[in-house]
């Protein structure tokens, strides 16, 4: 029996876990003929920021880096005859992560372990893990 075609959301930071994330989501989508790909990547700001400051230019950087490298994506997925959808919002990143997935139907998350120290992860949690705890679609981290 055929597997069914799947909607893989890849949470993309342009980190090296995500390029790896996004390869196996490729490779995923190119077994499964019809499958598609969204590549999402979350503009964080910082929650307590004690200085009064515009955040526009930090938030118009970061926007346009991470564009570009979807664009990069893009190409790297069209040459393999995958079309992918990208985006790129601002928010806390494992709740936009998760609640995006829902908004749009996916059937499962790929994202990178950014591989944080254990005393780091246990004091400040980690996105992969709270994407994992909180997703109602099958999560894949990838190291």
Sequence with gaps: ?????????????????????????????????????????????????????????????????????QEALKAKAAAFGVEIVTDCVVGHAAETVVDYAEQSGVDMIVLGNRGRTRIAEWLLGSVSHQVAAEARCTVTIVK
């Design 1 to 69: 029996m055929d597997e069914p075609n799947r909607k893989i959301l890849v949470a993309f930071d342009d980190s090296p876990a995500s390029h790896k994330a996004f390869d196996l989501a490729l490779d995923f989508a190119r077994s499964r003929e019809g499958s598609g790909i969204v590549v999402l990547s979350v503009v964080q700001v910082p929650d307590l920021i004690d200085v009064s400051m515009d955040l526009e230019p930090i938030i118009n950087a970061s926007r346009t880096k991470l564009e570009a490298a």
